[in-house]
């Protein structure tokens, strides 16, 4: 069988991988994708995608049962699951088609099957079915396979009474109560969606706080959320088990000094661990790191020259658009054209729980041990006139500055907020703290009224020392 031969072949279809492929292509490379299930990735077929419309239909319940408040009379809401999911089909549907028209008018190759590295600049393509691999080449390949759910031991994934997310997008039935393992981004999203839908949530995490990489600010304003809600969090606690009901309809986990929590279904949700097994890095020489992470450097580029890593497989954030940055990062570096590292410290993180929160740079306490003398301006949306509108006032924005001789806010250090919409709110603020820009610039910027979004300019121009309602 001859060789296919590209200018760029990327393993994996997800984020990362058709980022670099569009990009590719853009820049005038015949570039190939080799992908063993859909383009789209995680991301969009069991991840960021699938989760977030199923947060919107949380949403939508949470309007329809509040109507009243609006004087708009409705009956009471009801959940039709199939519905649901049959929805959050038609949207992923809708947008992989979508993706592989682009793909194929960028003229992008696409290859079924698994990839493997197979000798300096080739891939193996492993179709399936007995076939032999079919051997493609190039100079350039990236890797961008991806994550899969990380696991814990006790708790075998039966896809009924115990999953992950991969298992929670297609569950037949909404559970009466669930046990959430694991208080990250992906642990509350869930344990909001169903708790906002009328599932008896239970939310289990061994760290001393939920959502441990966000200010400690924030963090509170979702758990007592949560607790207003109805939704119990333990943290601090280990989980040694389940206990299965005899008739297979659910089970006991056991957590921390002797407690027990009874649940129709068990989410396991501690993180991602880079799916590589298939790739060959061993016999390839591309070296990882004792947690199983691509190594890389600044542009990266993998140990081993021509070969390039980006998204879940290296140890950066899990998130689908630093993926799509270091897709192109990697193309840029492919292209010669000597690009800049990328700045990992100012990535903006989104989590779309109940209440959101979005957030970029530093916390205080982090900026704290990075040796900075700090001032914060905390401002609640319980003042802001639009949150008020909308009847959702709980969070608030917490700008972190550099603090200046004067006792005032110089450079902006980090943003961080808890709120509604506030996902929709963290644009400017990203700017802000990766633009390096200071307390008085933002100030100095008209913000529109009434908005959700002036609250960050309101907490800016309260460390200039002139506040204006604060």
Known sequence: MSDATHDAVVIGGGPGGYAAALRGAGAGLDVAVVENHKVGGTCLH??????????????VYRTVANAAEFGVTASAPGIEWSAVLDRKQRVIDQLATGLTGLLGHRKVTVYSGSGTLSGPGAVGVDPGGGEPPMPVSAPAIILATGSTPRTIGGFEIDGRVVVTSDELFFLERL??????IGGGAIGCEFASMMG???????VLEA?????????????????????????AVHTGVTVHGHEPRADGTGTAVSFGEGKQVDVDLVVVAVGRRPRTESLGLDAAGVAVDSRGFVEVDARCRTTVPGVWAVGDVVD???LAHTA???GMLAISDICGDDPDPLDYHGTPWCIYSHPEVAFAG???QSAVDA????????????????????GETDGLVKVIAEKLADGTGGRILGVHMAGPWVTEQLGQAYLAVNWEATAADVASLIQPHPTMSELFGEAALSLTGRSLHG
């Open 46 to 59: 069991v991840g960021c995608i699938p989760a977030k419309e199923l947060l919107e239909a949380a949403s």
């Open 324 to 326: 799509f940055a270091e």
């Open 207 to 231: 760290l001393p706080s939920i959502l441990a990489g966000c200010d400690v600010d924030v963090a509170k304003v979702v758990r007592r959320s949560f607790r207003k809600r109805g939704i």
């Open 316 to 318: 950066t954030p899990q």
């Open 362 to 364: 530093h916390t205080e």
């Open 196 to 202: 906002d839908l009328g599932v008896d949530v239970t």
């Open 175 to 180: 559970p009466t109560s669930a046990a959430v």
């Open 371 to 390: 040796g900075f003398e700090v001032v914060t301006s905390t401002h609640r949306f319980m003042g802001n006139g639009r949150a008020q509108i909308l």
